[in-house]
């Protein structure tokens, strides 16, 4: 199903990856965004008709596309920089990305949370 290109909004997607859960395509998707790709994460429930022409039944996973002239590029990034989880190397991953969203060092966490707490002007009242 890698490299296969859909039609998305009326423009051509090429599928990058395809991850057994949720999580793991929105950190190949957020590597592809950090070198300056477009990427969307869609489930393949919601990609409806335009993989069951393909023969692709609804198994829980998700895709990662890029715009189809992107896509061999990014093919070639994910080879060189992804790790293919599968097996109990896949429930141990998930289960350190439920614990941990930033466990296997490729998500981005919202720094909000720390702002919120330090006091404006420097938190001195000296």
Known sequence: MK?????????????VDVAPA???????????????????????????????????GSAGATVVLVPEAEGEAALALIAETVTDYEG???????AALADDPTALGAVDVDDDEADEDAEPGGGDRG
Do not use: K, Q
């Not at 490299?3 to 599928?15: A, E, H, Q, R, Y």
């Not at 109990?88 to 998930?94: E, G, H, K, Q």
């Open 88 to 94: 109990d190397d896949l429930d141990v991953a998930l």
């Open 3 to 15: 490299g296969t290109t859909i039609t998305l909004n009326g423009d051509p997607w090429m599928i």
């Open 22 to 56: 949720a999580p793991l395509a929105e950190m190949v998707a957020a590597l592809l965004e950090d070198e300056g790709y477009v990427a969307v994460v869609r489930g393949m429930d919601l990609l409806g008709d335009a993989l069951t022409h393909l023969g692709v």
